[in-house]
Structure formats: structure tokens, C-alpha cells
């Protein structure tokens, strides 16, 4: 088979595997072109120009539809992202300093990580079908709506006019400081690894701040256009991303996640969960060996 | 539910916001499809050095079919869609009076334009 035709299969699978488990096509993506999965491998650096175009065109996907079905707050997810996209122009510019073995060690954390969360919780929620949801936490569903406005009478600061526009009927925006960093720090990551972010967005937004989780699930989709954006084009025009590798692998992620998101309710995750840690744990060994190799 | 009359134009506008979106990932996927076609129909392996990024030069290669020209064309749509999302949001805003979000758009635009001009001046930094 054509290496052409390898990538749009390895994008098929990376896709379709991240959209049943709730991932994003990223963390598998960077090990599939780094590891010699292919029968061929890139510098970490190229891998992850890669998979931030796929992540884009992946997310914006999904993005557009949750705007369209009036499920994502776009107002918290723009201000959020102000913050995203300064840590990702942080992490873009710094991506190129960083050695290739550092940037292993810290993809076989995050692949750790992942594991362990999936382990403890079942999905992920990077790219959560909203629609799988019970509505327990819809925000029409009672929750006070106080709009984060003062009760003693004083005049609200920036940070209450701030919740007060970004909350919705249903519920109201708290901790919205923390919010930042975790929005900043999600920035620096996907611009360092070429991940959407959605693993520390979705949890900070639904337990941290309040959102419902849903909401949280479908605002962090249409973020992390932004996100990635912000770092690819700092990729683009520094050379760090191949039309040729980028084309087929995009597209075939880009039709993975599409046909995932209409098998999920079809499939018995449980089986394939426990079968994703294991290549989890397989790719972290890999990727640590990689690391610290002379 | 029933929402007040200014939920509801705020929600009309980010149905507005939703199909630019879908529209312009669906212009980038179209035209990543055709370059990996071509790429396919040409034997044009993924493993042939990178070209070079040429703004200019897209143009051109697009009219001579070249694989390449479609590719570049369809990654700068779909890299261009978030940002172009937060464009069409920051005119919804300015329509709708809405400060605190004129503002937040124009600080993520400036952000982004931020690290082009950087890109710009570090020059290729990829070995």
C-alpha cells in the first residue's frame, strides 16, 4: 500500500478510535507518525504540526454543529480562549526550542495521564457527543439563575460583569480565575503536543467552574479551533507543517471521527476502552524510550 | 424553554456564527480531498521533502493542478476558519452593542496576529 494511502487509513483509525472514547484524534496522531507506525517516522515537531491542522478540521467539524444546535456557550468559550490561544502562541514559539526527546517525555505523560483517566472514568469528553446526554444537567433544568450579579446591592466588578455575560439561563459561571489558567496551560499544551486540549478543558469547565457538562463538552470543541489555529499558523509559516503528510492524514481523521460519531451509540465501548489503554500503555513505553535515548 | 427576547437574538446570531463555521471546515476538507486525489492519481509519495510554504505561489499551482496547490489552499481554509469565526462574532457584537465581547474578540484577533508577525520575524525555525 501506498504511504499515502497509509496515512489516510492511520488517520481513519485515529479518528474513528477518538470519537468512540471521547479523544480527540491528536494523542494518537503524534505517536502513529513519530513511532514508525507507518513504516516511516517524523521529527516530533512535524508530527505535531500535523496534528494540529487534523484537530482543527476535526473540531470545527463538530464546532459548527454544536453552535448551530445551541448547545455551546460561545461567549465563555471566547473569552476562554483568549487565554488558549496566548498559551498556544506561547507554547508554539517555545515548540521549536524545545529538544525532540523533551517533547517525548512530556507526550508519554499526557499519554499516562489519559490512561489513568479513562481507567478511573470512562470517557474523556474531548469530543463528547452532546446528544448522549441525560439532561440531569441541562441548564434548563432549574438550576437558580443569579447570573453571577451581586445580592449585597454594591455595583458589580469586571470579573461579576464578566460571569454575568457569560453565564446562561441555568446556570451561573464560578471560579472564572482558575478557569484562565487551566484555559492558558491547555493553550501551551496543544501547542507543544498537537492535542486539542479537550482533556483539561472539559473537566475544569464542568467541575470547577459549573458548566453543565454537556455545555462544557460542546464549548471546549468550538474553542479548540482557536486553540490549535493559533499555534498552526505559527507552524505554517515556520515550516512545520507537510502538505503531504498533513493532506491525507487530516482527511482521513476527518472521516474516522465523522463515521465514530455516528457508530457511538452502537458499539460497546467498555471492550475497546480497556483495548485503548493497553495501546495507551504500549505507545507511553515508546514514546518514554524515545525519550531517553542517547 | 422560554428565553428572554435578548437570549434569543444572541442565540439567532450564534446559529449565524455555527454555519460560517461548517462552511468553511466543509471548503478546507473539499479541497484537502481533491489534493490527496491528486497526490493518489499523480504518485506523489508523503514522503518527498516538504515544499516550501509560498503564498504567491498557491495560486499558480492550483491552475497547473498540482497536488500541492490544492493542499495548501484547503490547510490555510481550514486554519483560517476559527479565526474567521471570530471575525463574523465580533461584527455580531458590534451589532448587537455588546462591549465586553467586541472587546474579548479584538484581543483574540490581536493575539493571533500577534504570532504571525512573530512566525514572521523568528523565521523557519524546523530543521
Redesign the interface.
Known sequence: M????L??GGGIAAGLFGSLLGLGGGILIVPLLTLGLLG?SL?I??AVGVSL?SV??TS??S????????V?N??LG??L??FT??G??VG??VA??VPDRLLAALFAALLVYTGVTMLRGGRVEYVADVDRDDGADD??NGIPDDRGVPRDGRPPGLTE??VA?ISE??YAVRNLPRGIVAAGFAGVASALLGIGGGIVKVPVMHVVMGVPLRVAAATSN?MI??T?????????????????????T??GV?AGASVGSRLVERVDVRILRVLFVAVLAYTAVQMAARALAS | MNRAPADTGRRDFEVTIGRVVTVGTAIGVTLITVGVALMVVGGVSPLEPSPAFSLRAIGAEVVAGRPRGFLWLGLIAAIATPPARVVGSLIGYLRQGERPMVLVSVAILAVIAGGVALALATGSGVG
Open positions: 501506498t504511504t499515502d494511502l496515512l489516510l516511516f521529527p515537531h512535524e491542522v482543527i478540521v470545527s467539524a464546532g459548527g454543529v454544536y453552535l448551530r444546535r445551541r455551546a460561545l461567549r471566547m473569552l480562549e483568549l490561544a496566548s498556544a502562541l508554539g514559539l521549536f526550542l441548564p434548563a460583569r464578566l455575560e439561563p441555568g468550538v479551533g482557536i490549535a489555529a493559533s499555534s498552526a499558523i505559527i507552524y505554517l509559516l515556520r515550516g512545520g507543517i507537510d502538505p503531504y503528510v498533513a493532506g491525507p487530516a482527511l476527518f
